[in-house]
């Protein structure tokens, strides 16, 4: 049976059954349709559904169909689109060269420029080895002891360090790339050519799907096949030229208006990781992501809802539907419609998010619902909804790694839906045949009982949350209490979001400031950030400065 003949007779169905949640049925048939939606977005013909690339376009055209085929409007910027547009990497221009003495190398296959590179640059000089590049006072070495001359030198620096593979180890904090590479400008290298000494340490990625900004120099990577050129006192010519990639990524979004003042919105995001890819837990070879549970089960129950409220009786709400893209790469979709939102934000009552809700584990049937600390509604609410075995976990927080945070921080009440993680995540192997149906209509129908019950109440009061174990990178022995915007480009980490009582708070930091100093540790992207946060323990006093509207500010705080 093809979808459009599953939904007219599910639609059938629901049409002569009442909409409270006590008396909808699902069956056979909403299973039928919540499979197709599953095996269709994870499918192999979807490659892992990347933010922009053709297996996002197949499906939000897909999405779009769906909305379109259940009677709802658009509500994006281009019909049901939102579109949006983000940095994916960078790669190389036709323009890079490089030479040592009288020795031209090829990129590519000699070297390969870094993503710590300066973008575009010409520079010449002479060769000087700076061992490591290490200054590490506390182990009692400094690799340029002794030498002279540095200014206007190009510093050719082995990219191996002591135990380089073990991050436990105490040479660990030296051996950050990005602060070898700034300590070497600050010396004054015009570039910096790395090479590998050690058959234990991988050498440099040539691509970084991570977001940094570039160094003020060169920096290329020479493989061991040209690494004897790299001799003392040789004079050397570089010129990269590195172009960045900006793709565009598509939110998709539809609506109910039911002619009322305000609005509730239900969300889940549609994209997953392709290929692969850094946040990929898989240590095979290139393979698909399918991600049916993550987050095809979500989607699917997005659009079913759509469908279910669609004909309904709830009416004393608008529903605004949002399939997310980019949730992935830092919640850029979401991050995106809560600055250019297509409604006033102002007038949502609340949001709703389905990320993984199709792997309940039917041995103990608990579903977790995270941030029902943003208003005092929710937890009166969820104490009354009794659905078959489902037993309820919640958790307080607002702030989670997807699209509610991005919700949350624009001051609206949130609920996170999620049936929990399972050793398929973020691996090939999450794929359609291992989806719990039973399970996703038993969240369905907590779901489609807690909208019944909130349709009769007044607007729900926001209220903030103790985010304190919610910091990025847990794994630091301190947090500043802030949220990163993931989706800012410049340099610096601007703060998206403030936690109460936590060190930034206390010393006056605000959503909007850019960080751009931390200690002695100058900000320039996500990974400088963490890298200087990373220094401090509990206790510990300094000094931060940031950027705000367009002025410096400095600040100091203790952790």
């Not at 169909?65 to 939102?82: N, R, W």
């Not at 019944?452 to 847990?474: C, G, H, I, Q």
């Amino acid at each position: 049976m093809n979808l459009r003949k599953i939904i007219l007779a599910v639609s059938l169905f629901i049409a002569i059954t009442s909409v409270k949640a006590q008396t909808i049925q699902f069956g056979a048939k909403t299973t039928a349709v919540l499979q197709h939606h599953i095996q269709t977005l994870a499918s192999d013909k979807f490659e892992g559904r990347e933010t922009g690339t053709q297996g996002e376009k197949l499906s939000y055209e897909y999405i779009e169909g769906v909305f379109k085929d259940y009677g709802l409007a658009p509500k994006g910027t281009d019909g049901y689109l939102q579109s949006f547009q983000f940095n994916a990497g960078t790669e190389l221009g036709d323009n890079n060269h490089f030479s040592i003495g009288d020795n031209a190398l090829k990129c590519g296959e000699d070297y390969y420029p870094l993503p710590y590179s300066k973008l575009e640059s010409k520079v010449e000089g002479s060769l000087i080895t700076v061992g490591s590049g290490i200054v590490a006072p506390s182990l009692n070495r400094d690799d340029y002891s002794g030498l002279n001359n540095l200014k206007g030198k190009i510093f050719v620096m082995d990219y191996a360090t002591p135990e380089a593979d073990n991050p436990h180890s105490k040479w660990a904090e030296f051996a950050n790339l990005r602060k070898r590479i700034d300590d070497a400008i600050t010396k004054g290298a015009v570039a910096v050519i790395l090479y590998n000494s050690s058959k234990d340490v991988d050498n440099p990625r040539k691509e970084s799907e991570i977001k940094i900004t570039p160094a003020s120099v060169p920096v290329v990577f020479v493989n061991e096949n040209k690494s004897s050129l790299l001799i003392a006192g040789k004079f050397s010519k570089i010129q990269t030229d590195i172009k960045k990639i900006t793709r565009t990524g598509y939110n998709v979004i539809s609506y109910i208006n039911n002619n009322k003042e305000f609005t509730i919105v239900i969300g889940a995001h549609y994209d997953h990781l392709g290929y692969g890819g850094h946040e990929s837990l898989y240590r095979g070879g290139k393979a698909i992501h399918n991600g049916a549970d993550d987050n095809a089960s979500g989607t699917a129950a997005l659009l079913e809802l759509a469908r279910i409220i669609k004909n309904s009786s709830l009416k004393n709400y608008n529903f605004l539907f949002i399939a997310f893209s980019g949730e992935e790469k830092g919640l850029l979709g979401s991050n995106h419609f809560v600055k250019e939102p297509t409604i006033d934000l102002s007038k949502v009552n609340f949001m709703i998010n389905m990320d993984m809700v199709g792997r309940l584990k039917p041995e103990d049937q608990v579903l977790l619902i995270n941030g029902v600390g943003t208003s005092p509604s929710w937890n009166a609410l969820i104490k009354n909804i009794s659905i078959d075995s489902l037993k309820i976990k919640t958790t307080e927080s607002g702030v989670g790694p997807s699209d509610h945070t991005s919700f949350y921080l624009s001051n609206i009440p949130v609920l996170h839906f999620f049936s929990g993680t399972h050793s398929d995540y973020h691996k090939p192997s999450d794929d359609e045949p291992l989806i719990n149906y039973s399970g996703m209509i038993k969240i369905m129908k907590y779901i489609v009982a807690l909208i019944t019950e909130a349709d009769s109440l007044p607007r729900f009061a926001f209220t903030k949350t103790n985010d304190s174990n919610n910091e990025e990178a847990p794994r630091f022995k301190v947090t500043l209490g802030v949220v990163p915007d993931y989706a800012f480009e410049g340099s610096g980490m601007r703060i998206d979001g403030v936690t109460e009582e936590k060190p930034a708070a206390k010393a006056g930091l605000q959503k909007g400031d850019i960080v751009i100093q931390l200690g002695d540790e100058k900000v320039m992207d996500m990974m400088s950030y963490m890298k200087a946060l990373s220094k401090f323990k509990k206790g510990d006093t300094t000094k931060v400065k940031v950027l705000r509207d367009n002025s410096e500010v400095e600040r100091e705080i203790t952790f």
